[in-house]
């Protein structure tokens, strides 16, 4: 009944719907949940230690049969740079004096480290069916081993020159990153945030431009907007922010309060929390520093200066330092059990193609 099964047939999950990998508000239980319903879990991987990816995999092969998929980013190290990060300091020093914080007390660096070696290995020995990467690909010798544990391999592109590009580099599936999906920007050969195009402008084009099948991603949380990507030439959707008041996910109790109340208007790019351009619902220091500031350390450094902030605002139940990434269809999220979402939304997208293929 899906008019294209190539994801379908690839991954070998009941419906073409991806769980985005979505770091720091979920784990094993949402992949879990997810794959459940029919879908293919995704465990966010970039912020995790090689021993708790393992530990995380383990649980999820223990409780459900079902193909997992592994993400990864793939952005070029950038060292700190004292001078920068102590401009960055000066300037949330009047947040820390608020919260009764030394703004000149050492703090624990930022822990988003790219793919490397001894990921691959860890890659390797797990041998997910699936491994997704942000921010470009690593590099060939890297992607080859991955490639050669049987996995299937696909990458995010915010633009159609980043969908050709990964498709002659090897990828066996293009997500297609509308400037409308939260979280960080899958940008990796532009830098450009003023010409991202959003998800249902940039889908035909990018599956008019490439072979391999393309995944949409972002705006899309319920049965119209999986039909809609399936008109466009999808052979998929990812899907976030549905997903994130989900009681399997970790968000905090105000951060879901916030998501609720969030409209069509609540979130923007910034890149005041970590130092790349990401969509979240907008908090007091995005709305104040930013959204965009040029004196944001490179990624993920800026986010350095921010840790004890949030800890300190999250204490009193507050959410002003605490990057909420959610797309654009935000509100349209649900609280109800993540398999149930799952198979609501396939269920509502077949039966909107079903409609519309009899009209």
């Given at each position: 009944?899906?008019?294209?099964?190539?994801?379908?047939?690839l991954?070998?999950?009941?419906?073409?719907i991806?769980?985005?990998?979505?770091?720091?508000?979920?784990?094993?239980?949402l992949?879990i949940?997810?794959?459940?319903?029919g879908?293919?879990g995704?465990?966010?991987?970039?912020?995790?230690?090689?021993?708790?990816?393992?530990?995380?995999?383990?649980?999820?092969?223990?409780r459900?049969?079902?193909?997992?998929?592994?993400n990864f980013?793939?952005?070029k190290?950038?060292?700190?740079?004292?001078?920068?990060?102590a401009?960055?300091r000066e300037?949330?020093?009047?947040?820390?004096?608020?919260?009764?914080?030394d703004?000149?007390?050492?703090?624990?660096?930022?822990n988003?480290?790219?793919?490397?070696?001894?990921?691959?290995?860890?890659v390797?020995?797990?041998k997910?069916?699936?491994?997704?990467f942000?921010?470009?690909?690593?590099?060939?010798?890297l992607?080859?081993r991955v490639?050669?544990?049987?996995?299937?391999?696909?990458?995010?592109a915010?633009?159609v020159?980043?969908a050709?590009?990964?498709?002659?580099?090897?990828?066996?599936?293009?997500i297609?990153?509308?400037?409308d999906?939260?979280?960080?920007?899958g940008?990796?050969?532009?830098?450009?945030i003023?010409?991202?195009?959003?998800?249902?402008s940039?889908?035909p084009?990018?599956?008019?431009?490439?072979?391999v099948?393309?995944?949409?991603a972002?705006g899309?949380a319920?049965?119209r907007?999986i039909?809609?990507?399936?008109?466009?030439?999808?052979?998929?959707?990812?899907?976030?922010?549905a997903?994130?008041?989900?009681?399997?996910?970790?968000?905090s109790?105000?951060?879901?309060?916030a998501?609720?109340q969030a409209?069509?208007?609540?979130?923007v790019?910034t890149?005041v929390?970590?130092g790349?351009?990401?969509?979240?619902v907008?908090?007091?220091?995005?709305?104040?520093v930013?959204?965009i500031s040029?004196?944001?350390?490179?990624?993920?450094h800026?986010?350095?200066?921010?840790?004890p902030?949030?800890a300190a605002?999250?204490?009193q139940?507050?959410?002003?330092f605490?990057?909420?990434?959610?797309?654009q269809?935000?509100?349209?999220?649900r609280?109800?059990?993540?398999?149930?979402?799952?198979?609501?939304l396939?269920?509502?997208?077949?039966?909107?193609?079903?409609?519309?293929?009899?009209?």
């Amino acid at each position: 009944m899906w008019p294209d099964r190539r994801i379908i047939d690839l991954f070998k999950t009941e419906f073409p719907i991806v769980l985005a990998p979505m770091a720091g508000v979920m784990d094993a239980e949402l992949v879990i949940a997810v794959a459940q319903g029919g879908g293919l879990g995704s465990l966010p991987s970039a912020m995790l230690s090689a021993e708790k990816a393992r530990e995380q995999v383990n649980i999820i092969r223990q409780r459900v049969r079902a193909p997992i998929n592994m993400n990864f980013f793939c952005h070029k190290p950038v060292d700190a740079d004292p001078a920068r990060e102590a401009k960055w300091r000066e300037q949330l020093a009047p947040y820390y004096r608020e919260h009764g914080l030394d703004p000149s007390a050492p703090v624990n660096a930022a822990n988003r480290a790219p793919f490397d070696a001894a990921f691959c290995e860890v890659v390797e020995e797990l041998k997910p069916e699936v491994v997704s990467f942000h921010f470009g690909l690593p590099e060939p010798k890297l992607l080859q081993r991955v490639k050669a544990t049987g996995a299937a391999v696909m990458s995010s592109a915010t633009t159609v020159k980043e969908a050709i590009w990964l498709e002659e580099n090897g990828v066996d599936v293009i997500i297609a990153q509308g400037a409308d999906a939260g979280g960080h920007r899958g940008m990796f050969l532009t830098e450009n945030i003023a010409e991202q195009p959003g998800t249902f402008s940039l889908l035909p084009q990018v599956v008019d431009a490439v072979k391999v099948p393309v995944i949409a991603a972002g705006g899309i949380a319920d049965g119209r907007g999986i039909a809609a990507a399936f008109a466009l030439g999808a052979s998929g959707v990812q899907i976030g922010s549905a997903y994130l008041r989900c009681p399997e996910s970790k968000v905090s109790p105000a951060a879901r309060v916030a998501l609720a109340q969030a409209s069509d208007e609540s979130t923007v790019i910034t890149n005041v929390m970590t130092g790349r351009p990401a969509r979240g619902v907008a908090n007091r220091v995005m709305r104040e520093v930013g959204p965009i500031s040029p004196h944001a350390p490179a990624f993920p450094h800026a986010a350095t200066a921010l840790g004890p902030l949030k800890a300190a605002a999250e204490k009193q139940g507050k959410v002003e330092f605490t990057n909420l990434w959610a797309g654009q269809a935000v509100r349209m999220g649900r609280e109800m059990p993540a398999t149930d979402l799952t198979r609501a939304l396939a269920g509502a997208a077949l039966v909107r193609m079903g409609a519309l293929s009899q009209s």
